[in-house]
């Protein structure tokens, strides 16, 4: 079943993006403020899904303006590259399951 796979990326990558969003942030955020931008939809996204609600198609629709679909700087570290990579793998899944 389509959501599915949904529940298995959001299983995947949630806590690990819980942990790593933060410290880019506070890494990268002075030379990518954009990331600020980046945390602060995360933490509307992780709001939500800890509330059950799944209506997060603005927020996906938001990181991916943000980070131009997920385009990682040339000039950041293999976390934040993680960062966006898990994130675009998470809105895969939501978009493919169709969740809401």
Do not use: W
Not at 37 to 59: A, G, I, M, P, Y
Not at 75 to 98: F, G, I, R, W
């Amino acid at each position: 079943m389509k959501e599915n796979s949904f529940k298995l990326a959001r299983n995947t990558y949630m806590d690990k993006l819980k942990m790593y969003v933060p410290i880019v942030d506070r890494v990268h955020g002075k030379l990518h403020p954009e990331f600020h931008d980046v945390r602060r939809v995360f933490d509307v996204l992780d709001d939500k899904l800890n509330q059950s609600n799944l209506d997060l198609k603005n927020e996906f629709e938001a990181l991916k303006v943000i980070t131009n679909h997920y385009k990682v700087p040339h000039d950041v570290c293999e976390s934040y590259e993680a960062v966006y990579q898990m994130l675009e793998e998470l809105n895969k899944a939501y978009d493919e399951s169709a969740v809401v």
